[in-house]
């Protein structure tokens, strides 16, 4: 998986990443008809600084997704791999969450519970689109968004409405053969006769048992109960103005791994046995939007408060069992305001957010932590005439951190970005870009915060610094009627990268090497009447001091993934009958060698080939009756997902790191009924 060093490339191009047009391919490719809210998130003539790809409500619904593996399956760029939901990650072009960021409505999911378990809890059916900004990239993408930006955007009640209906329902379930589950769904929603006020109420349950792999083995703690509460308020105040509140609750409940990433050990150092967990979220968020007529002025806000924890009965650390609770809020606000005079549209802003985090461990508080960063914006999108946009950017970022050990921790920094698009005729355009972000020190998950006779659970290097991305690209768009094209190459770099020099070490410090990735992409895509066919690749070498990056060393900073090709293939049939196709290839990832705290390991990573087949039936040629067929890993291929822990255990004393197979064969039957 080498390649040719990058850089000297990026630098003669000057600039980086994806343009416009590739976005608008992306757009189209997914049929998307969401306008106006993507034109609210997608910045003409960005490159690395803007939306790179959207995952249309089309494409949730017709892959039935119930997890983030489902969410991110036509994507080659993202991965969040493993069975049980409460374990995945989310990757970015190799970049771990702990290094992206994401948001629901723009509320950051900033914090983690356990760092063997996710900290993204979302379910699909709640939502409208996905945007994603792959790569350092744009000043408003965020806070701490070094490997790029993630948002996930719900459904407001009009998006539910039919026509010139004023109020209506769905009723919607869902089977999966695989573990023989189920999903319920009912959604209430309306608007008054003027179209000012609106509001939804959905709830959702799900009885999810333990599924079985490829092979027919079972998946220890893949089993949950799922309870989903969403509320959400929209008033139409004036012409251009919106404000919106929103209650949402998640709730897992379930016989889960100490460790859900590794596969079941009965005995010894490395036991990880089933435990009783409880997981919830809860989330409020405001968003006031006002449009105006003076162009200097069109403002938005948003402010949440999100709450995560997990209470489980201990059985690794307390024989018999005892309560852990560990648990993160965190509470945001961001302004923003965008200007548009002469040939500038100027997007600035102010983001500040608090985070707290607390363990309590057998009844007894153990320790708390609490962070908080403030971040100044500003992006100017410059259209210099018909055939050139060029973007440039800055932020500020302030981080500080009163730590487990009572040390003050804090860095602040500039995170520059510049990039270009230039439309070379009317088929092809050009675009390039150079762009950083940073992160300080924030709370660690909570179950770091334990004092063990009288020492704390992890410290902080007191003179930590902050983590830097530097990222650079270069794309080339086609867009010529039916067909659509790009393909880009880029590097990312993150220096002073914060984490433990070994997985067992809880020293945190800026480790010695960056993490650096190579890559490149390409994708295609064809479109005539009824028949969409779209192919996207994916390759990156991600490395630290030459050493392919895994998820056991990394963690939620970073891992490998082989080469990725997805192919998907959508017809519709007649008016009432839609079929589609998807596969995806994952390359091996050839043995390597490397030194871990003087111990000589040799792993790889076996490539694997899923693919996967879609019906959607609405005999009445509307959405009042819906049926969808999914058959999930069609041909029963039993892997080990790229995304997931690595499998160790050829390495004697490593036997126990091992990550859990992804499911085999799932046939998904859905029925939706709109009043």
Request: net charge negative; aromatic share 8%.
């Amino acid at each position: 998986m080498n390649r040719p060093h990058l850089l000297s490339l990026a630098v003669a191009a000057a600039f980086a990443s994806q343009g416009v047009q590739a976005l608008e391919a992306q757009l189209e490719v997914s049929h998307d008809n969401q306008a106006a809210d993507l034109a609210m998130v997608s910045v003409v003539g960005q490159a690395t600084a803007g939306v790179d790809n959207v995952i249309s409500l089309e494409q949730l619904e017709k892959t039935q997704a119930n997890d983030l593996n489902d969410i991110f399956r036509l994507n080659p760029e993202i991965s969040a791999g493993g069975p049980v939901a409460m374990a995945q990650k989310v990757y970015v072009r190799n970049a771990g969450e702990d290094m992206l960021n994401i948001s629901v409505d723009g509320a950051e999911q900033a914090g983690a519970i356990f760092h063997h378990a996710g900290r993204v809890v979302i379910e699909p059916e709640l939502l409208k689109q996905v945007e994603v900004e792959a790569g350092a990239g744009s000043a408003t993408a965020g806070l701490g968004a070094l490997g790029g930006a993630v948002r996930f955007v719900t459904k407001d009640p009009e998006d539910l409405l039919r026509g010139n209906e004023n109020a209506g329902a769905t009723i919607k379930s869902t089977y999966y053969s695989n573990g023989e589950s189920t999903k319920h769904s009912a959604t209430v929603y309306g608007v008054d006769t003027k179209g000012t006020l609106s509001g939804l109420v959905n709830y959702i349950s799900a009885d999810l048992n333990n599924r079985e792999d490829g092979a027919g083995n079972e998946i220890t703690g893949s089993e949950t109960e799922n309870e989903v509460l969403f509320v959400k308020a929209v008033a139409n105040i004036t012409e251009g103005q919106k404000f919106s509140l929103s209650y949402e609750s998640l709730k897992q409940e379930g016989g889960l791994l100490y460790k859900p990433e590794y596969i079941p050990v009965a005995t010894g150092r490395s036991a990880n046995l089933i435990e009783d967990t409880k997981g919830e979220r809860e989330t409020i968020i405001a968003n006031y939007s006002l449009v105006s007529s003076n162009p200097l002025l069109n403002l938005s806000v948003n402010a949440y408060q999100t709450n995560v924890s997990q209470d489980r009965t201990h059985q690794v650390w307390y024989p018999g069992g005892e309560t852990v609770f560990g648990e993160v809020e965190t509470k945001a606000v961001t302004l923003q305001n965008t200007s548009e005079f002469a040939f500038n549209k100027v997007i600035y802003g102010i983001n500040y957010r608090e985070d707290s985090a607390q363990l309590i461990d057998a009844g007894t508080p153990t320790g708390k932590e609490k962070g908080e960063v403030m971040g100044i914006y500003a992006q100017d999108i410059i259209t210099v005439n018909d055939q050139l946009t060029v973007t440039t950017g800055l932020r500020f970022d302030d981080y500080a951190l009163d730590d487990l050990s009572g040390q003050k921790v804090s860095d602040s920094g500039v995170a520059p970005n510049l990039s270009a698009n230039y439309a070379i005729n009317s088929e092809f355009s050009v675009s390039a870009g150079y762009a950083e972000a940073i992160q300080g020190a924030t709370v660690k998950d909570s179950y770091l915060l334990y004092i063990f006779r009288g020492a704390p659970g992890y410290t902080n290097d007191p003179d930590l610094k902050a983590e830097r991305a530097k990222n650079i690209e270069v794309a080339l768009d086609y867009n010529a009627g039916p067909i659509t094209a790009t393909v880009g190459i880029y590097q990312s770099t993150i220096e002073d990268a914060i984490g433990n020099p070994v997985p067992w070490n809880r020293n945190m410090i800026n480790l010695e090497d960056d993490i650096e990735t190579d890559g490149y992409f390409f994708e295609a895509a064809y479109t005539e009447n009824a028949l969409n066919v779209t192919a996207s690749f994916h390759s990156a070498d991600t490395e630290v001091d030459g050493v392919a990056a895994t998820r056991y060393v990394y963690g939620s900073t970073a891992t490998s993934i082989g080469d990725t090709l997805v192919v998907d293939v959508n017809y519709q049939l007649t008016p009432a009958w839609n079929l589609g196709w998807s596969t995806e290839v994952v390359d091996d990832v050839d043995e390597f060698s490397f030194d871990l705290d003087g111990t000589g390991l040799k792993i790889d990573k076996e490539g694997y080939s899923t693919s996967d087949l879609y019906v959607r039936w609405s005999p009445m040629m509307d959405d009042t009756l819906v049926l969808n067929l999914t058959v999930k890993n069609l041909f029963d291929e039993k892997y080990l997902n790229h995304a997931s822990p690595e499998d160790y255990s050829a390495n004697a004393g490593y036997e126990a790191i091992v990550g859990q197979n992804d499911s085999g064969r799932d046939i998904r039957l859905s029925a939706a009924v709109k009043f």
